[in-house]
């Protein structure tokens, strides 16, 4: 009966029951559709409504202005790259010499076992397949430091557009 009895209280009475605690300014929640704000105002209908914005692309006057900009000129992270391609060349170079090797010693005994003459060919593969490698990186290698061509153009572009005085920045 007590649990009938408190489904049963009206508002008055849940007022007169808490007092004050419940306040009258506060929203309720309410399971009803009444939505403060216009769905369509933040979600597009089409692909066509939305419209990126146009990326700024940096001027020279700006790139020349950057900070560290000499260091980049020198292309720091083209000589590591260089400097790993070239680690990669040497390995793969020690790999087939090592491979040419074992190949000579099995070319004698391998006319004798089909096993052997399987394993021969693989070797002969891998040395093919590492010879290309080391010369795809060779190219690769000297496309990058192609790169290097064009610094004195850029340092003198550097120069002519590089801001003179010193700035002075007030952050705020």
Known sequence: DQADDEEEMTSEEEKEKFGSSILKGKPRMSLKDNKPWKSRHNHFLRHSDVKPKDEKKPTVNELANQ??????????????LSA??????????????????????????????VSLTKIL??????????????????????HSQNVFSHKS??????????????TRR???
């Open 67 to 80: 900070k560290y900009v000499y260091q980049k000129i020198n292309g720091w992270k083209v000589y590591h």
């Open 153 to 166: 153009t850029m340092q003198n572009i550097i120069l002519k557009y590089h801001n003179k005085r010193t």
């Open 121 to 142: 060919e693989l070797l002969k593969a891998n040395i093919q397949r590492s010879k290309v490698i080391q010369e795809q990186l060779r190219e690769a290698k000297q």
């Open 170 to 172: 007030t952050e705020k």
């Open 84 to 113: 790993g391609m070239e680690d990669i060349i040497d390995a793969e170079s020690e790999i087939s010499r090592k491979l040419e090797e074992i190949s000579q010693k099995l070319e004698d005994t391998a006319n004798e076992d």
